[in-house]
């Protein structure tokens, strides 16, 4: 009998790319490290949502899959950062000018991949291939898709949340 997947944690189609890697070794255990690494590469880090679906289809405990996440060290746990802000890398995105994107958000905000800025409203990850190369380049913003981007358009999204944050103070001083 072919396992069943269970419902992904919200309709994000990264989900998918992260099921199709646990169809492929039939949701066994052993298949835990593999699906880790592409739910790296799709969202550019492991959070908790994440990693207690991979478990649950898995059907390790999720003790083993923290302790899997945390001992490598080439994954990377959900960052610090208020917003998160994930450049895609894979080769459509590339070819578009995800290099581009990539270098002017951390010339912006002075952090490299994996960082957070110093004010720790932005946190900069890069991931390989989310899913989404009609839209190359693409970068996620809190979750969000935004595709065909610019280095400029792109810096501006960021540029927003401080500017929505600066209304918001006003907002409640006035
Ligand atoms: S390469 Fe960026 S979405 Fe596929």
Redesign the pocket.
Known sequence: MQPKKLTPPNDDKRWRLVGATMRKHGFLPSALIETLHTVQEAFGYLDDQSLRWVALNLRVPLSRVYGVATFYNYFTLKPQGEHTCVV???????IKG?PDILEAIQAQEDIKPGETSADKKVSLLIA??????G????VVYDGEVVGKLGPEQALARINAWRANKAEEVAHAAG
Not at 128 to 133: L, S, Y
Not at 135 to 138: D, G
């Open positions: 895609c890398l894979g080769t459509a995105c590339y995800a390989r291939c989310i899913g989404a190369c839209l190359a380049p693409a």
